[in-house]
């Protein structure tokens, strides 16, 4: 049976480092994806989700199990990710950025649609974003994400309609042939 | 609802965050609403563009993570050491001065370290001496005087100076032109004899 996330940080409390790196493995992908949405470069991800895991590590001794893990997880990831994209601008994105798959199966559509759906994300306002981010990737909850930003639940979901509202027409203006794609 | 009220809510409702009254009310709207039917299929066509979007394939290095973290750590001890120093320092410092009345001043232009030492009564302030000073200013005065004086008599002898010249210069002339007069004269005398009053020169 598959340990909870506030098992193994109590296991790794207690000395056992395996219980440190099955949370690694088990969120690492998904911070990283959280970063990619929230706007971070694809060529910092790889350093700025090993750092959301250094500070996890650094932290741990004062996680609280009362709230939940992901919110506890995602409060480190948002500050540095807030951090990363006020630090260093975001590069330009090229009009023809190789489309290199990001898994071998993937193919140049894919990445394609990736590199577009990134390009429109970055250039929602930070606030719509990181709700649209959380929500969509992270399926959290309006009240979690209202603990973690600290903003009431019913502005977030105002936020978050507008935030897909927004993006529907971006898409729509960086490539216009989306919805026969989409259908 | 209204299709604006029902267009504020489709998010809500594609995400499943729409509570079951709420989605019976979009449900019914959307049955007979074809604009609202078409603004669902756009935000679902945006869900699966989302969708998409493919996890970027990270790997967290545990190894350069724990070295990481141990680098950092070692960091925060030399910074607490050099703390812990620099206050234990300032410590003996500040038990030096206050215990054993350690001084360190500067004096006529050399530094001066001394301890147990008395301390230093402040130089009693000057009394204003208020003669000496209307005296210097005396002297001012009459220096000032003399010196107008001076320059008065300096000024008065280049006057005499330069009327002098002035009165040789007008009596030279004066002279030149009682020759010249002289001259003109003997000359008219010779041309035609005689000299009647009215004639020039």
Request: glycine share 4%; net charge neutral.
């Amino acid at each position: 049976m598959e340990s909870t996330d506030h098992v193994l940080m109590e296991r790794w409390r207690q000395g056992d480092a395996r219980a440190f790196e099955e949370l690694v493995r088990r969120w690492e992908g998904r911070v990283a994806r959280f970063l990619a949405g929230y706007g971070v470069r694809r060529d910092l991800l790889g350093d700025l989700t090993q750092e959301v895991f250094v500070r996890v590590l650094r932290a741990g001794p004062r996680y609280e199990p009362r709230s939940s893990f992901q919110a506890w997880l995602f409060q480190i990831a948002v500050n540095l990710a807030r951090d990363a994209t006020r630090r260093r601008q975001p590069a330009p994105w090229p009009e023809e950025e190789p489309a290199t798959p990001r898994e071998p199966s993937a193919t140049v559509e894919e990445a394609e649609a990736t590199r577009l759906v990134e390009q429109a994300l970055a250039q929602l306002p930070e606030p719509l974003r990181l709700v649209l981010v959380l929500r969509h990737y992270e399926d959290m909850s309006f009240p979690d994400m209202s603990r973690l930003l600290g903003a009431p639940a019913s502005t977030l979901k105002s936020r978050f309609a507008a935030a897909l509202g927004r993006l529907r027409v971006l898409l729509e203006s960086l490539r216009p042939d989306l919805e026969e794609t989409e259908r | 609802m209204n299709c604006e009220q029902v267009q504020t809510q489709l998010a809500a409702y594609l995400y499943g965050d729409a509570d079951k009254s709420q989605r019976h009310t979009i449900e019914q709207h959307l049955a007979s609403c074809p604009a609202c039917t078409r603004e669902l299929a756009e935000l679902q066509g945006v869900r699966g563009a989302l969708n998409q979007v493919a996890a970027p394939p990270v790997h967290v290095d545990l190894a350069a993570l724990y070295r990481q973290e141990g680098e950092w750590q070692r960091r925060r001890l030399r910074r607490w050491r050099r703390l812990a120093w620099t206050l234990t320092a300032a410590a003996a410092v500040l038990f030096l001065i206050l215990f054993l009345r350690v001084e360190v001043r500067w004096d006529r232009g050399e530094v001066v370290i001394g301890w147990n030492m008395a301390p230093v009564a402040p130089p009693p302030a000057a009394a204003p001496d208020l003669t000496a000073d209307v005296n210097r200013l005396r002297d001012l005065v009459h220096a000032l005087a003399a010196n107008a004086d001076h320059n008065d008599q300096r000024r008065d002898l280049d006057l005499a100076v330069l009327e002098a010249r002035l009165d040789e210069l007008l009596a030279r002339s004066e002279a030149r032109w009682t020759a010249a007069e002289n001259g003109l004269r003997a000359l008219y005398v010779a041309h035609f004899g005689t000299l009647t009053k009215g004639d020039a020169p």
